[in-house]
């Protein structure tokens, strides 16, 4: 089984930063592509961030320029540094992994999911 854990979820006022990370274990696991969605309250769960092992990355307009995601392919963690937060980031952060290349920011393009990690945004 694949397993993806997020961490580094918390409160922060508006302007600040804060950095998730996702440890990927698992003996199946291939994650070629991983990202990170959200979902807030009453919403869609919304793409984020994702990239690939081919060096593909994609952001959502919304995060562009205040978001950057990374991967440590050594260790098999993803992260996401997000700066000049804004209360509409509010939401719960997962973390997805997929054995493809090329995915996109949709959920049906990502095969396994961690739990998710609160990120509170308070203006």
């Known amino acids: 089984q694949v397993q993806l854990v997020e961490s580094g979820g918390g409160s922060v006022q508006t302007g600040g930063s804060l950095g998730l990370s996702c440890a990927a274990s698992?003996?199946?696991?291939?994650?070629?592509?991983m990202g990170w969605f959200r979902q807030a309250p009453g919403r869609e769960r919304e793409g984020v961030a994702c990239?690939?092992?081919?060096?593909?990355?994609r952001y959502a307009s919304d995060v562009k320029g205040r978001f950057t995601i990374s991967k440590d392919y050594a260790q098999n963690i993803l992260y996401l540094q997000m700066n000049s937060l804004k209360p509409e980031d509010t939401a719960m952060y997962y973390c997805?992994?997929?054995?493809?290349?090329?995915?996109?920011?949709?959920?049906?393009?990502?095969?396994?999911w961690g739990q998710g990690t609160q990120v509170t945004v308070s203006s």
């Open positions: 997805a992994a997929d054995p493809k290349t090329m995915r996109r920011l949709r959920e049906d393009d990502f095969r396994y």
């Open positions: 990239s690939d092992v081919a060096g593909n990355i």
């Open positions: 698992g003996q199946s696991y291939t994650g070629s592509s």
